[in-house]
């Protein structure tokens, strides 16, 4: 089991980072009373599925009195073979005065933000002190955040992993898919549809596949597309993308857009990312 315990001052970042260990694939807890945290983790041990193998948990100013137990709970978890590491978020006094203004939260101590700010500081001392990574994100945005939470965990050159690709077929005729981030017309290509034979399959059908793959246009066309959508994903995963969507339509969405998106996501497959493939109009009569 690999453990990080996300803590730091409140407006620092701390939930933007329990949402990109969640993307990570952990399994995130925010705000965990440090009373049960053992007997979380005991649970989780014996529990046989992957889901729990990575955590993330919060703790911070809100456990109150009891951080004071935070330094004993590390030394037990390490007793146990736990692999425990502390990751604190920081930031100037005057980058989490403006946060809580634009936001207007009221601070979980004091009766004015500063006040607020001066007690969090003290309170977190102790977890500042034994932190291994202290992240200041006075000067820093999600994207830079996401970065150094993937260098630290050691994900870095494994990011693309955790990127879910959605390839989508659709038809021009029914509209446009709202949540395509790349869209591909491929209207050009011969239409089946005008094949007395094909009229009434679809893309998934071996002649249909047979008879668009043997147009010239298509192998030059795939060559290129399927080369531009593999050297732009580690882009999209260096922006902090963690879905990316790719709609391919043609006019009714049963034929063309059908086979070269089963064709794509098998390239996409081979090149080992996560692809979920879905016809959207295929079966719309």
């Not at 001052?9 to 980072?17: P, R, V």
């Not at 425990?84 to 809580?100: P, T, W």
């Not at 011969?190 to 071996?206: I, Q």
């Not at 339509?249 to 998106?261: I, N, Q, Y």
């Amino acid at each position: 089991m690999k453990l990080y315990i996300v803590s730091g001052m409140s407006g620092a970042g701390k939930s933007q980072a329990l949402k990109i260990f969640e993307d990570f694939g952990f399994f995130c807890v925010d705000n965990m009373p440090i009373q049960v945290v053992l007997d979380f983790i005991d649970i989780c041990l014996k529990n046989s599925d992957d889901k729990h193998e990575n955590i993330a948990m919060s703790i911070d100013s809100r456990a109150g009195e009891s951080l004071t137990c935070f330094e004993n709970l590390v030394t037990v978890l390490k007793k146990k073979n736990i692999e425990c590491k502390i990751i604190f978020f920081n930031a100037s006094d005057s980058a989490l005065l403006k946060r809580y203004s634009e936001t207007r939260r009221r601070h979980p101590l004091g009766e004015s933000l500063f006040e607020g700010i001066r007690l969090e500081r003290k309170a977190v001392d102790e977890i500042l002190r034994i932190a291994d990574k202290i992240v200041d994100t006075t000067d820093i945005n999600v994207i830079e955040l996401k970065e150094l939470i993937s260098v630290f965990i050691g994900v870095y050159r494994y990011r693309d992993q955790y990127l879910s690709i959605s390839v989508l077929s659709f038809g021009y005729k029914y509209g446009i898919p709202n949540d395509a981030d790349i869209i591909y017309d491929v209207r050009f290509l011969a239409n089946p549809n005008y094949v007395r034979e094909l009229k009434f399959r679809t893309g998934k059908d071996d002649d249909v596949k047979d008879y668009i793959e043997k147009q010239e246009e298509f192998k030059a066309f795939f060559d290129i597309f399927s080369g531009l959508i593999i050297r732009t994903i580690p882009s999209y995963v260096k922006e902090g993308k963690s879905y990316l969507t790719i709609a391919i339509g043609c006019t009714g969405g049963k034929h063309r857009s059908v086979f070269t998106a089963i064709k794509l996501a098998e390239f996409l497959k081979n090149e080992k990312y996560k692809v979920k493939l879905n016809h959207r109009d295929i079966f719309i009569s």
